[in-house]
């Protein structure tokens, strides 16, 4: 059994920096693609970062320059690096991950096995 447990999330001011973890566990391998996804109130899911196994990372245009992903193999544990951030990031954000190799993105569909999410709020 896959199990994806995120940390690290909290509240923070506009401009403030946060470090989400992501340690998994129940792979006979290192995952192929991984990504981060987050799901503010009364809003769908959408994509923030993905990373594959060659470390090709992939961001949605709203985080992009603010947020970076990263794998380290050796811990399985995935992260991201949250800066400068706005009023606008706050969501309960899900670390997801897929053995499948292919195209590795940001999109739901992508992904096989997904966390249970930490809370990140940033105030104004």
């Known amino acids: 059994q896959v199990r994806l447990v995120e940390s690290g999330g909290g509240s923070v001011q506009t401009g403030g920096s946060l470090r989400l973890s992501c340690a998994a566990s129940g792979y006979t391998g290192s995952p192929y693609c991984m990504g981060w996804f987050r799901q503010a109130p009364g809003t769908e899911r959408e994509g923030v970062a993905s990373?594959?196994?060659?470390?090709?990372?992939r961001y949605a245009t709203t985080v992009q320059g603010r947020f970076t992903i990263s794998y380290d193999n050796a811990k399985n544990t995935l992260y991201l690096q949250m800066n400068s951030l706005k009023p606008e990031d706050t969501a309960i954000y899900y670390c997801?991950?897929?053995?499948?190799?292919?195209?590795?993105?940001?999109?739901?569909?992508?992904?096989?096995?997904w966390g249970q999410g930490t809370q990140v709020t940033v105030s104004s």
């Open positions: 990373v594959d196994t060659d470390g090709r990372t």
């Open positions: 997801a991950a897929d053995r499948r190799g292919g195209y590795c993105y940001p999109g739901l569909s992508r992904y096989g096995y």
